[in-house]
């Protein structure tokens, strides 16, 4: 893990506190890809839209077999290529909570080392080894100082 944490914001307000993170600017329906890992290195969230949906892969690299442990569905593209959003991946203090934000909206969190997560659309095709539960904003405490 990286000796310094990043804190973001300023003030009285709460501070975004993240040991790493990634950030790209997408087009919302045209096919991408962009990942992170996290500062620790065995875990990593890889975003994807393929031109129509957007997903959130979740990897954890010493699972046996396939490293992929779910995906959540983020969104559909029903209309044409919607530029200038950012998307970000965050990583929390310890390096083991990773949330996905859109516009600085969050969309998806998961907590590797409970395998339990969430994210906006409740849309998670592969619940087989993940605790997933209902949408609930409250995990971003876990990014916040």
Not at 70 to 86: C, K, R, W
Request: hydrophobic share 35%; net charge negative; proline share 3%.
């Amino acid at each position: 893990m990286q000796d310094k944490l990043i804190k973001l914001g300023r003030g009285n307000m709460s501070q975004l506190v993240v040991s790493g993170f990634k950030t790209e600017s997408i087009c919302m329906g045209s096919k991408l890809r962009f990942g992170s890992e996290s500062p620790i290195g065995r875990y990593e969230a890889i975003f994807e839209d393929d031109g129509s949906t957007g997903y959130l892969y979740l990897m954890d690299s010493e699972k046996e077999g396939n490293p992929i442990i779910t995906a959540f569905g983020i969104y559909q593209s029903d209309y044409p290529d919607d530029e200038n959003v950012t998307a970000s991946i965050l990583w929390g203090e310890d390096a083991t909570k990773v949330a996905l934000l859109i516009n600085g909206v969050a969309q998806a969190y998961f907590d590797f080392s409970v395998y339990r997560g969430t994210c906006k659309t409740e849309y998670c095709p592969v619940k087989t080894n993940i605790d997933f539960y209902d949408w609930d904003e409250q995990f971003m405490e876990h990014f916040l100082e």
